[in-house]
């Protein structure tokens, strides 16, 4: 039963399999098809769609067609419309314009005749006037031209005699005491001769006697003699002195030159073993002698292959073995300076090569000493020694021919002519010297300069107690020439105005004989000198003025990067200005007093780490560190004690200038040469702000008001930005100055009536004295006018710029024509130009400092010159 019931259920089971399996295929096969027609009529749809669009955008395209070309059509018709008005217009003004053009030149030629014609009957009237003035005014300036060539003429007679007159004083009183010697010698051997006699008469002693008696007899004769021709020369002298009086001299200062070199090369151990104290003072004397602007004592000068590094370095073994490690590490150029008997000596060890001939000229008029090192056994450098010594002499040093004697001590033969030597030494105010040390024509040199100086106090000490006319006294001629002068304005204006400056430096007699009656500024002197590098000065500036009572800074930037600052110490007329004045580091004993070269100045510190051109340089609000931005892309702080680079912040292109914010000492803004301004933290170098402008910014200075910053830029316009918080700048307006780009900007605050005012250097040859106007709100600058521009050759370098409140102001600025650059800003003034003489190259930088005596230039060869006025009140007129 079992299987029956269990056959049947399996056998349906199958079958129902079998039918679901069947119809799942059937429901497949439905859906494919039913897939399949759905694509179909897909295709189908798509197909129809896409005809109908094709043949609507055709009939839209060929609609916009027909409606493009009506719209092109009336276009081109408005187009040739507008054409024949515009033509039509333009033919109907230049028929105007020539008609208006005709009349106002007929009317204009016919205004400038009448203007002519009455202008022609004024000068008539006034020509009858005029002409009888201008033949007074020319006779007069005849007159007083002859008056002053002949006030010129007889100064010069009147000089000249005098100087021959006091020669042949001197030669007759010279003479008379050889006479009055040889008398006396004559009396006393006559009396010997009595006494002989005498004694051979009384004691009739033997024929010994007489011949001793004949033999003073002889020696009486010969005395007579020797008198007779010393009266004769004493006679000859005078009645030949007037007319070879200036012969006569030159011949005797030849000898004498000779004499003294013979002398001295002779007697040099033996007079300066003698008294050691007397030679140590001498030296001291000699250098601490400052002629004008010779600032060095002794300059080495000659041909190639002299021996002449070999001479300079024996005397440092010798003398100073403590300066052999800085020797020889100059090129052309070596400074040194070498302590002699303890005293500093400054050489200036020079090269012998022909490209360096002309920079070494251009020392001759700064050097006391100059020594021409020659060769004996080489004659071409014996000739190029002899060309020097002109050269020199020319300059107005005093010249030491030397001749090296070690080739010829090794036996080589001597080409050099020793005889001319002297002569040309002799004829140049000079020495001729040979050897194998540098030590004895030193200390010839210093003992030489010594005497010089006695000699010629003596000199002028002797002519006015000699009874002729005082130099310093006016003549009646130069009286009558000055009247002259007067009547037509050209009578001098006192003492008035006192020039740039004030006095810091006393000066000595004969600098007040030298000043010229009516120029302030011939008592403004070079008083120093400065270079510790031969590359470019880019920008100068003073610091620490308020911190030391003995000294001040000065720092210096080169176009290779370096920077040195400089101790300037005060002198004494500048201390007692500021007695009453507190200052915090004056117990700083290390630097309170001067260096013992009396230089008054010495290198403070020297900062390292540029690698191109320094662009700008300042301080920082507490004076102890230096900010210095430069061509190299970075921006600097430096410690000014230290000389430790503290800080470095870089850009993505050069930094042309860089300042402080007044009120926020932390944050400085800085300009690079894509013309963005940034302002930067100091603390963390976070960038606070940009700011984009027109062109690259080359000059910034914030006013008195610490409110606007002036920016000036390469294009010649300035910008002037608001700071109206701590952190950020805000752009008020722009004025447009000149052609040329701004390289410098001071301000200058309001005084002596005057507004506040810009002085700025701009590359087109100008200085402008631009006006600032504040208006409302009160504080606000509101316009920049210019008030005048004065001329500056400036047209390549970047010049700076400075102030100085001496009297109503000065405007101070470097130029490209070896000159400083001073123009007064008082009023009525017109804007007088002054200028500063002493540059050899343009002058790049200048600075003023606060205390308002020293004038600071520097030049684009690295010479740094200082500047003060002398002060003559001490000296009795």
């Not at 769609?49 to 055709?58: D, E, H, P, Q, T």
């Not at 001197?170 to 006559?190: C, G, N, P, R, Y």
């Not at 001793?212 to 007899?217: G, R, S």
Request: glycine share 6%; charged share 25%.
């Amino acid at each position: 039963y079992k299987p029956t019931q269990v056959s049947p259920r399996h056998v349906e089971a199958l079958l129902r399999t079998k039918q679901a399996r069947l119809d799942l295929q059937k429901r497949r096969s439905l859906v494919a098809a039913t897939k399949l027609q759905s694509c179909m009529r897909m295709y189908l749809a798509k197909k129809r769609y896409r005809g109908i669009l094709a043949k609507v955008v055709k009939i839209q395209a060929w609609r916009k067609g027909i409606i493009g070309r009506k719209g092109a059509k009336e276009y081109r018709k408005y187009i040739f419309a507008r054409k024949i008005q515009r033509n039509w217009r333009r033919y109907q003004d230049q028929k105007v314009y020539k008609i208006f053009r005709k009349t106002i030149l007929l009317a204009q030629e016919r205004m400038r005749l009448v203007s002519a014609k009455s202008q022609m009957q004024k000068l008539k009237k006034e020509a009858k006037e005029v002409g009888a003035l201008m033949a007074k005014s020319q006779k007069a300036a005849e007159q007083a031209n002859e008056l002053r060539k002949r006030n010129e003429e007889l100064e010069a007679v009147q000089l000249q005699l005098t100087s021959e007159k006091k020669n042949l004083q001197k030669k007759i009183q010279d003479l008379e005491e050889k006479v009055s010697e040889m008398t006396q010698s004559l009396e006393e051997a006559k009396v010997a001769a009595a006494a002989a006699l005498a004694k051979a008469a009384e004691d009739s002693k033997t024929v010994v006697e007489t011949e001793m008696l004949n033999k003073m007899t002889v020696q009486m004769e010969e005395k007579d003699a020797q008198l007779a021709k010393l009266q004769e020369d004493m006679a000859a002298i005078q009645a030949a002195g007037q007319d070879q009086g200036k012969k006569l001299q030159e011949a005797e200062t030849r000898y004498q030159q000779l004499l003294k070199t013979t002398t001295l090369q002779t007697t040099a151990g033996m007079t300066m073993g003698a008294s050691a104290s007397m030679a140590a003072g001498r030296a001291a004397a000699f250098a601490s002698k400052s002629n004008s602007n010779r600032h060095v004592n002794i300059q080495l000068v000659g041909a190639s292959k002299t021996g002449k590094s070999a001479l300079f370095e024996k005397l440092i073994q010798d003398q100073d073995p403590s300066k052999l490690d800085g020797f020889g590490q100059g090129n052309i150029l070596s400074h040194l300076t070498v302590t002699i008997d303890g005293s500093a000596i400054k050489f200036l060890d020079c090269s012998g090569q022909a490209r360096a001939q002309n920079m070494v000229k251009e020392w001759f008029p700064r050097s006391n000493w100059v020594f021409v090192v020659y060769d004996m056994c080489n004659k071409e450098s014996f000739d190029y020694a002899l060309q020097m010594v002109g050269w020199a002499h020319e300059a107005g040093a005093r010249v030491v021919l030397f001749g090296n004697r070690f080739n010829a001590d090794q036996g080589q033969p001597v080409q050099a002519d020793l005889m001319m030597a002297k002569d040309v030494a002799a004829r140049n105010n000079g020495f001729a010297y040979e050897s194998v040390s540098l030590f004895d024509a030193v200390k010839m040199a210093m003992n030489q300069g010594d005497d010089d100086e006695s000699v010629v106090g003596r000199t002028s000490t002797a002519a006015g107690l000699d009874g002729s006319p005082d130099v310093n006294r006016r003549s009646s001629i130069t009286d009558a020439l000055n009247n002259v002068k007067s009547w037509f304005g050209g009578n001098d204006r006192g003492r008035a105005s006192q020039g740039v400056l004030r006095p810091s430096l006393k000066g000595t007699r004969a600098m007040k004989q030298q000043r010229r009656d009516g120029d302030v500024n011939s008592d403004l002197r070079p008083v120093q000198e400065l270079q510790d590098s031969e590359s470019a000065v880019t920008c100068i500036c003073f610091g620490q003025e308020r911190l030391h009572k003995a000294y001040i800074l000065l720092a210096t930037a080169s176009k290779d990067g370096t920077v040195v600052i400089y101790r300037c110490y005060r002198t004494e007329m500048e201390i007692s200005f500021l007695s009453d004045q507190d200052y915090p580091q004056e117990d700083d004993s290390a630097f309170s007093a001067p260096p013992p070269d009396h230089s008054n100045i010495a290198v403070h510190s020297k900062l390292v780490g540029h690698s191109r051109a320094i662009t700008s340089i300042f301080f920082n609000l507490l004076e102890d560190q230096l900010v210095t931005t430069s061509i190299d892309k970075s921006v600097r702080f430096w410690g000014i004690d230290s000389g430790e680079m503290l800080k470095v912040f870089t850009d993505s292109s050069p930094v042309p200038v860089a300042t402080f914010l007044p009120f926020n000492p932390q944050v400085f803004v800085a300009a690079n040469s894509n013309a963005v301004l940034r302002l930067v933290n100091v603390q963390n170098g976070m960038v606070l702000q940009k700011l984009k402008v027109e062109t690259e910014v080359r000059a910034l200075k914030f006013d008195d008001t610490g409110l606007f910053l002036l920016a000036g830029t390469k294009s010649g316009s300035i910008h002037v930005l608001e700071a109206s918080d701590n952190t950020s700048l805000k752009f008020k307006f722009k004025v447009q100055l000149a052609r040329g780009g701004v390289t410098c900007i001071c301000f200058v605050p309001a005084n002596y009536g005057m507004p506040a005012c810009l002085l700025v250097n701009t590359s087109d040859s100008n200085a402008t004295i631009i006006d600032c106007t504040y208006g409302s709100p009160a504080g606000v600058l509101t316009n920049l006018t210019v008030r005048s521009r004065v001329r500056v050759a400036h047209s390549l370098l970047p010049l700076k710029c400075c102030y100085s409140p001496s009297g109503q102001g000065y405007l101070i600025s470097g130029s490209e024509d070896k000159e400083v650059y001073i123009y007064s800003l008082a009023k009525g003034s017109n804007y007088k130009m002054q200028y500063l003489k002493h540059h050899q190259v343009p002058v790049v930088a200048v600075a003023v400092n606060m205390q308002d005596t020293v004038i600071a230039s520097a030049d684009s060869l690295g010479r740094i010159v200082l500047w003060r006025r002398m002060d003559f009140s001490h000296i009795p007129e």
